[in-house]
């Protein structure tokens, strides 16, 4: 290489020995080639050469070799074109008087033959140049034999190609390598590409399946660095954003492997996947495809990557009916005005040496199967008629002139502009401001490669068609892909169309563009297929993961009671507020069922009645009390206390009342407040009528007379004002202590809201009992005494049994209500209430009422005064 040393030329050279063999004899004089290596070529000198690395033949089974050239043995149309596309836009440049000034661009353009060896070869030569003699000045100066390649087209290549023009810093910028791995900058400092990497086309196949919801698919990729690579990408992307998972994942064989192809295609045929993405090339399809139309293998939505998206040799009434639908992503269309004129302005020469070489005498032979005489040096002699060179390639059907489909082109014709434009900038930089050491400047004569990749990493430039060109910092261009549908017509016809595109910018990001309109569905229901390995999860229901399956395989779990999912596809059931509880089918939360004994429910009813029922018979009572209030039945032992029990008696069956409903602070605090009060003031009655039964009975004795001093109407009154009292300052000190609230509670039922109100205050609550139940206790033991009376009427009798009531009743209610929960605890204490005020109304009462009005014959002082005849 002219700009290094001869120690640097032979390292290179001795590292490709089996292809360039140097021997040198003096490291003062000159570097000699031992051997030519012959290659096919198209050639033409400028001031600036630019190399390209295409593929016009490929090696079908073997390499054949005769007198040093290198022949391979099938022609390939599309790299034919790819190689004239660079050769149009170099002439387009030399044309344009405002790119490169006075400055004609050359080119060297390489086949590679679609082999490594020779890839690799072809590389070398362009940087090494093919001159039999090297002369050394000692500084080696002077421009290298290529400024910059364009190429290659296989990842593989590529790989190979830049890890050894990048040690050189020689800019490389390939047109259709798309591996991931050629963005690492530190392996390939000097690589640039003009189609986007696999990692933007891997997400842009993960976007398609998350726009028709395919969460599960099987992946296939070729055996070499181009389908690993994207393999290893998209599993990692796919992993990443949660979109889905692969059923599989396989690796398709290099060539026809009949045993291994079968293994793969009966596991696509068993998996649930419907959806099978491909990353290979198209000769990894067709040996696939032969064993899916074998196996009759239907029903399978494909997804192409860009190396097979939009190749015609898939598109054939055999393999439509399998392969009609498929969605590829392909490389960016683009538009080469007079690019088709160019092509047929090309015609053979009989003289072999023109810039084509033997590229186009090849090209001519194989489209009109003919043949030139004589051949070129070392071409095999084809068969059929001589060639005359006018024959006219409009009246043949040619792949060379579709014009209508440059993908491949555009992206070749794009790296030919960017290396023209980089030029142009270096070109353009002033003295003294460039941005090299002492702000120099690169200038043609002494021009380093490195110098060319500076200025190509800066290049920015829109093309005809409108697209923007670019390189980030990974020698990557802008990405954009074109989406392609597959479509199959009635008539037999086939149509790749184009029905979006999914491109990067840097004000929006990533976007997928589809019109959906567009694509041709190859099933029945004209639809999107649905590929997952499990149903989503509706509303209602949590993922549960399968052991030993991905991810996108689960079972779907109802929520427990009071959670909720209101997503599909949710991990996790939440917890209603504590408010509220879960729907019947778990998707939300709704408010809790409350509960407490209200006034419109059945029991809450009867009780309500009846505690109103009472109070009216008491209203009632007392009615006829104060009508017979001069009679002697009501003027025995104390009327006025008869009124004032009563009255209590009244109040306790109204106090009930405080018991029904929903439970707020005022009736929590009220109604036992209410309850302890009215009971208390009904007790000390009895007790006070009972006490003055035993001093009068006392006072009827000799000597007696003294006791009734102490039970005169102020002392009754008294008595009873001040028990009362103390069961006042009981309530007043619970409620200010610890005062009963009402409260939701929820340990009853989770579904439902018991509102009670609690006591606050357990002491409180057990000595406002405890000193009712004491005056009861005092008031049955005074009255069980007193029962034997010999009064032919002792009321004694009528309190004993109304606190034997009293007594059993409440009793009773302290496990009844302990045990009772919710609602059914305050109906306990309200039944208590109104049986105990029942019992003492109709026992105390029940029997005077009988007589007044009757009995009114027994209503007289005699009556009740008279001693029985036995006990006189």
């Given at each position: ?7 640097h030329l032979c390292v290179l050279v001795l590292f490709s020995s089996y292809v360039l063999l140097p021997v040198f004899s003096s490291f003062s004089t000159f570097c000699k080639l031992q051997r030519t290596f012959h290659l096919n070529a198209m050639r033409k000198s400028g001031d600036v050469v630019l190399g390209g690395l295409f593929e016009h ?383 120099s400047c690169g200038n043609l004569k002494e021009l380093e490669p490195w110098q060319l990749v500076h200025y190509l990493q800066k290049v920015n430039f829109t093309t005809s068609f409108g697209d923007q060109v670019s390189f980030d910092a990974n020698g990557d261009a802008l990405p954009i892909y074109d989406i392609m549908s597959w479509q199959w ?193 009904c007790v000390s009655c009895i007790l006070v009528k009972t006490m003055v039964v035993l001093a009068v009975f006392k006072a009827s004795k000799p000597g007696g007379t003294a006791s009734l001093k102490w039970f005169g109407a102020m002392q009754q009154r008294g008595t009873v004002i001040v028990l009362t009292s103390i069961q006042a300052a009981i ?142």
């Amino acid at each position: 290489i002219y700009s290094l040393n001869c120690q640097h030329l032979c390292v290179l050279v001795l590292f490709s020995s089996y292809v360039l063999l140097p021997v040198f004899s003096s490291f003062s004089t000159f570097c000699k080639l031992q051997r030519t290596f012959h290659l096919n070529a198209m050639r033409k000198s400028g001031d600036v050469v630019l190399g390209g690395l295409f593929e016009h033949w490929f090696v079908k089974y073997y390499l054949l070799i005769v007198n040093g050239y290198t022949l391979c043995v099938s022609f390939d149309i599309q790299g034919f074109r790819h190689a004239n596309t660079m050769v149009f836009a170099i002439e387009e440049i030399n044309r344009n008087s405002n790119l490169l000034p006075n400055v004609t661009l050359g080119y060297t353009l390489y086949d590679n033959c679609g082999t490594l060896g020779i890839a690799f070869r072809a590389s070398l030569s362009l940087v090494s140049g093919q001159e039999e003699q090297v002369i050394l000045d000692g500084t080696c100066a002077g421009s290298p034999p290529v400024l910059g390649i364009v190429g290659d087209s296989y990842s593989t290549f590529t790989i190979a190609v830049s890890s050894v023009i990048g040690l050189y810093r020689l800019p490389l910028v390939s047109y259709f390598a798309t591996c991931p791995c050629l963005s690492d900058r530190q392996s390939f400092p000097s690589f640039f590409r003009t189609i986007p990497s696999d990692t933007f086309q891997v997400r842009a196949m993960i976007q398609i399946m998350k726009r028709f919801g395919w969460t599960w698919a099987g992946l296939l990729v070729s055996d070499d660095d181009y389908g690993l690579h994207a393999a290893r990408t998209f599993q990692f992307d796919l992993a990443l954003s949660g979109g889905g998972c692969l059923s599989y994942s396989e690796v398709l064989p290099w060539g026809n492997d009949p045993a291994e192809l079968r293994r793969i295609v009966d596991l696509i045929k068993i998996s649930t996947a419907r959806v099978v993405i491909v990353f290979a090339h198209e000769t990894h399809m067709i040996h696939l495809m032969e064993e899916v139309v074998r196996q009759n293998v239907i029903g399978l939505q494909w997804m192409a990557s860009e190396a097979w998206a939009s190749v015609s040799v898939l598109q054939t009434p055999d393999l439509m009916p399998y392969l009609a639908g498929t969605i590829g992503i392909a490389i960016r269309r683009g538009e080469i005005p007079g690019y088709r004129e160019f092509l047929l302005r090309i015609l053979p020469e009989q003289n072999y040496n023109s810039s084509y070489g033997n590229s186009l005498v090849m090209f001519w032979e194989y489209t009109f199967q003919c043949r030139f005489a004589p051949p070129p040096a070392g071409w095999v002699e084809a068969g059929g008629a001589l060639c005359t060179g006018e024959e006219k390639l409009e009246d043949v059907e040619t792949e060379l002139l579709d014009v209508s489909n440059l993908r491949p082109e555009y992206n070749v014709y794009k790296a030919v502009y960017a290396l023209a434009y980089a030029l142009n900038d270096m070109l353009q930089c002033e003295p003294g401001r460039g941005p090299f050491s002492g702000h120099s400047c690169g200038n043609l004569k002494e021009l380093e490669p490195w110098q060319l990749v500076h200025y190509l990493q800066k290049v920015n430039f829109t093309t005809s068609f409108g697209d923007q060109v670019s390189f980030d910092a990974n020698g990557d261009a802008l990405p954009i892909y074109d989406i392609m549908s597959w479509q199959w017509f009635p008539d037999g016809r086939t149509e790749v169309q184009n029905v979006g595109e999914f491109k990067r910018s840097a004000s929006k990001g990533e976007e997928l563009t589809i019109d959906e309109d567009k694509i041709f569905w190859n099933f029945d229901s004209k639809k999107p297929p649905r590929s997952v390995c499990s149903e989503s999860c509706p509303p209602g229901t949590r993922m549960a993961r399968k052991k030993g399956e991905p991810v996108c395989c689960f079972d779907c779990i109802p929520c427990s009671e009071g959670k909720i999912s209101n997503e599909t596809d949710s991990m996790e059931c939440t917890s209603c507020l504590e408010d509220f509880w879960s729907s019947p089918q778990r998707d939300h939360c709704v408010p809790k069922k409350t509960e407490f004994l209200s006034y419109y429910e059945p029991l809450g009813i009867c009780l309500t009645t009846t505690s109103l029922l009472g109070t009216c018979i008491c209203a009632l009572v007392l009615g006829i009390f104060i009508c017979y209030r001069s009679t002697p039945m009501v003027r025995a032992n104390n009327s006025e206390l008869s009124f004032l029990l009563l009255a209590s008696l009244k109040l306790c069956f109204l106090c009930s009342l405080l018991f029904i409903g929903r439970p707020r602070l005022w009736t929590c605090q009220l109604r036992h407040a209410a309850f302890g009060i009215s009971f208390v003031l009904c007790v000390s009655c009895i007790l006070v009528k009972t006490m003055v039964v035993l001093a009068v009975f006392k006072a009827s004795k000799p000597g007696g007379t003294a006791s009734l001093k102490w039970f005169g109407a102020m002392q009754q009154r008294g008595t009873v004002i001040v028990l009362t009292s103390i069961q006042a300052a009981i309530c007043t000190a619970w409620i200010v202590s610890a005062s009963p609230a009402p409260y939701k509670n929820t340990q009853y039922h989770n579904d439902k809201i018991v509102y009670e109100c609690v006591v606050g205050s357990t002491v409180g609550f057990a000595v406002l009992l405890g000193y009712i139940g004491s005056l009861a206790i005092l008031s049955f033991l005074l009255a069980f005494l007193a029962r034997n009376l010999p009064d032919n009427f002792n009321e004694a009798k009528l309190i004993t049994f109304s606190m034997l009531i009293f007594c059993a009743v409440w009793v009773a209610f302290v496990p009844a209500y302990v045990n009772s929960p919710g609602k059914y605890a305050d109906a306990v204490e309200v039944f208590a209430i109104l049986a105990s005020s029942f019992g003492l109304l109709l026992a105390l009462f029940g029997p005077k009422c009988f007589i007044i009005l009757l009995r009114p014959e027994k209503n007289t002082k005699k009556a009740i005064m008279g001693r029985s005849t036995t006990k006189s």
